[in-house]
Structure formats: C-alpha cells, structure tokens
Nanobody, 115 residues
Framework: QVQLVESGGGLVQPGGSLRLSCAAS????????MDWYRQVPGKQRELVAL???????NYADSVKGRFTISRDNAKNTVYLQMNSLKPEDTAVYYC?????????WGQGTQVTVSS
C-alpha cells in the first residue's frame, strides 16, 4: 500500500517562499517519476511540476523560473520549492505517484498567497 503525506503549506505574502514536502512509503520510491498538482475550487486539478527517476524536471508555464521540484530517494521524499509566490498560486497542492494503472495521491496541503 502506497501512502503519500504532504506538508509545508501555509499562508505567505506575495513574493514570499514556501517549500512543500511529500513523504512516500510502502513501495520502492526511487524507480518512479513523481509530480505535484494543484487545485482551486471549481477548477480541474492541474499539473505543476514533474520529476523523473533521474534529475529531469518539467514545469507548467505558469511556474517556470519560480518553482523547483527535487527528490531525495534516500528519504523517499519529493519537494517543491516555491519562490516569488503570487496570489494566483493559491490552491491545494497534491503530490502524485502513478504505478502501472494505479494513481496515488496525498491528502493535499493548502497554500494561500495573500497580503
């Protein structure tokens, strides 16, 4: 059974930074790509960033140059460093892992960017 637990969300002023963490358990974490999604009420969940089993990362255009995804396979953890935050980054952020046909999600962590 795979479990994903996010942490690190909160309230931050525009221009500020947060680092989200997602700890995975239950399977061999290092052999799978990991990604972060976000969702606001009334909208579809959108892909924010993805990291392969190596160091290749891809980002949504809206966060390029501001967000950085990374992973520590020894700790079974994936991170999302968010800098220069904007009010439009406000959302619930979820980490995600796909194994075969199964999708695993964390419980989500709220990020609110407001003055």
């Amino acid at each position: 059974q795979v479990q994903l637990v996010e942490s690190g969300g909160g309230l931050v002023q525009p221009g500020g930074s947060l680092r989200l963490s997602c700890a995975a358990s239950g399977r061999i974490f290092s052999i799978y790509p990991m990604d972060w999604y976000r969702q606001v009420p009334g909208k579809q969940r959108e892909l924010v960033a993805l990291i392969t089993t190596g160091v290749t990362a891809n980002y949504a255009d809206s966060v390029k140059g501001r967000f950085t995804i990374s992973r520590d396979n020894a700790k079974n953890t994936v991170y999302l460093q968010m800098n220069s935050l904007k009010p439009e980054d406000t959302a619930v952020y979820y980490c995600h892992l796909k194994i075969g046909f199964a999708d695993y999600w964390g419980q989500g962590t709220q990020v609110t960017v407001s003055s």
